[in-house]
């Protein structure tokens, strides 16, 4: 084996519970293991990347990951960690968010190896499809107990009054339908372990003894804590919502930038759990870091190797160009070399006005297109003046002369952004 597993998510902080007997089992043998993905949305988002990288690692260590996406599971919903019913989704709308999760899950997995621990995607639909509800109730629900059931966690909650209506049969079923996934991957191919979030732990170990009492095999556990930022709010979620890994829900810039972001106690613990980089590098940059906080080393090294692994080279060099451009010093050439999405990403927010292409086509001097509809300055008085005292650009060439002629070329031949001191921006959009 590469390295040891268990040890590997210890050290990064990715351990929370462990079944007795998994490290023996993960050292003995290649292990083939498995971890659900709920499929409510066309796109992941960085609250599923824990999840993720614990399979990354398990192929890293030379085991064999299989994720399950629950596409019949889905259409369910799990009462962990939740206090009210989840919506149900169609057949149509799963297949496509399976479709798209398939795609995104490439980028951290080794699917198309030749090797034996190749990366594999099932989905419990497949064999949850045909399957009646007096077939289930009688080969799988005798085995497990309505006392076991009620025992768990995630179900005595939602019995002692934190949700306002209780729950239904349907959720109650859940972790019988979660036990049966463990059970016929472990059945047809020799999937021995499981792995989740610690609000995971009941489902996953009913699935466990369904395999002890059904198949009179030994099945095997692993969690990872759930990941809280430091001021105790939930990890991955910003005032925009989640941050997701579909560049059209959130584009690479804010990914970028949500991670560049981070506070400095979770840039330690992030780049632990989100890279693959060594111990040996991580103590370094940490080191580097606490001895010049203000450089923000971690949190740049953090937010280049997750958006890179995400949304590849070429997308990260645009976000941080775009980032240079926003907060450091850059050049017209950086400006224009920015994609439409990346242009907008960065300057979402800021005032923007539109003007048809023969207006500004008649417009005379740089006081008038500064000035136009008020945009950048109410007069064309305070236009002249802050022209003159060089506070003035356009596409970040500082403008000299008021009554010069316009001269400049078009952003993606469609925008102008001008700026007036050094924190004010502004977009106008010339339309054809």
């Known amino acids: 084996m590469a390295k040891n597993f268990v040890e590997e998510v210890s050290w990064r902080g990715m351990l929370h519970d462990v079944m007795p007997g998994t490290e023996e089992q993960l050292n003995k043998e290649l292990t083939a293991g498995y971890l659900g993905i709920d499929p409510t949305a066309d796109s992941l988002h960085i609250g599923h990347l824990v999840g993720v990288m614990l ?22 919903g799990d009462p962990s960690g939740k206090s009210e019913e989840r919506n149900l989704l169609t057949e149509e709308i799963l297949q496509h968010n399976v479709n798209s999760i398939k795609n995104q899950l490439a980028k951290f997995l080794d699917f198309d190896s030749d090797t034996d621990n190749a990366a594999v995607l099932v989905n419990n639909y497949d064999w949850m499809k045909n399957f009646s509800f007096l077939d289930f109730a009688r080969d799988i629900g005798k085995h497990i107990t309505v006392n076991y059931m009620m025992s768990k966690d995630s179900v005595k909650k939602r019995l002692t009054g934190e949700a306002r209506d209780g729950m239904s049969f349907t959720e109650f079923t859940y972790q019988l339908l979660q036990g049966y996934d463990f059970l016929h991957l472990y059945n047809h191919e020799n999937v021995k372990l499981q792995m989740g979030g610690s609000d995971q732990w009941g489902n996953i170990t009913t699935g466990t003894e369904l395999i002890r009492r059904k198949a009179q095999g030994e099945a095997f556990a692993i969690t990872c804590p759930l990941l809280l930022k430091s001021d105790g709010t939930k990890f991955g979620k910003t005032e925009g919502g989640a941050v997701w890994l579909d560049p059209k829900r959130t584009s690479p810039y804010a990914f970028y930038q949500f991670w560049l972001n981070v506070a400095d106690d979770d ?3 992030n780049i632990k759990i989100f890279t693959t980089l060594d111990k040996a590098t991580i103590d370094e940059l940490i080191a580097q870091h606490e001895e010049a906080p203000h450089t923000r080393i971690l949190q740049k090294r953090l937010a280049e190797e997750v958006t890179r692994m995400v949304h590849g080279q070429d997308e990260l060099d645009m976000a941080i160009k775009a980032t240079g451009i926003l907060f450091g010093k850059s050049t017209t050439e950086d400006l224009a070399s920015l994609n439409e999405d990346t242009l907008l990403a960065v300057f979402e927010g800021v005032p923007q006005a539109e003007i048809s292409k ?75």
């Open 267 to 269: 840039a330690k613990k």
């Open 358 to 432: 023969a207006d500004f086509e008649a417009i005379e001097n740089y006081t008038d297109l500064v000035s136009y509809e008020g945009l950048v300055f109410p007069s064309k008085g305070e236009a002249r003046k802050m022209i003159k005292g060089g506070g003035v650009s356009i596409n970040k060439n500082k403008i000299a002369d008021p009554n010069g002629a316009v001269e400049v070329s078009l952003l993606q031949d469609k925008y102008l952004l001008m700026q007036r001191g050094k924190k004010n921006y502004y977009l106008l959009k010339v339309n054809a």
């Open 55 to 76: 399979l990354k690692h398990f192929q890293e260590a030379g085991h064999k990951p299989y994720a399950l996406v629950g596409g019949a599971t889905g259409m369910i």
